[in-house]
């Protein structure tokens, strides 16, 4: 098979993988407990709230702009077309962008400082298991444009 019809992935894995990160960090709070600071716990858990709202309305507002462009959401589907609006604009990656923050949020909304730890872990596992080969996947469909896209939005923030 070429590498123009090859497949980003052949499975969905970075849903998988925070999955597996919120799993570790409520694992880990419960046999290797940190504390949480008791004197501000509202602001934690507001912050968390705030991030974790700020993760789906990015989540919601990648995939709407993914579908308004008629390509399509799942990771592990063939690009139809390259998408550079919405929140792509800001950002080469929303929706993982969008987990991170959603895992990061929950950890300080249920004061489980793991998962913010767990949430930077998934980031990297993300972008070696699927965000490099995305990225091969769109320069071999896009060429040229997908460079330019590069060079002027970054991975992640």
Known sequence: MNAYRMKPLAFPWPPLIYGAALAAAFLLQAYFPLAAAETNIWIARTAGGLLIVMAIVLDVWAMRTLLDCHTTILPNRCSTHLVT???????????????????????????????????MVAAVLTSIVAIKREELHLLSRFGIDFERYCNGTTRWI
């Not at 609006?85 to 929303?94: A, D, E, I, L, V």
């Open 85 to 119: 609006s919405g929140p792509y604009r800001f950002t080469r990656n929303p929706i993982y962008l969008g987990y991170t923050l959603a895992t990061a949020g929950i950890g300080l909304a249920v004061l489980n400082p793991w998962c913010i730890v767990t949430a």
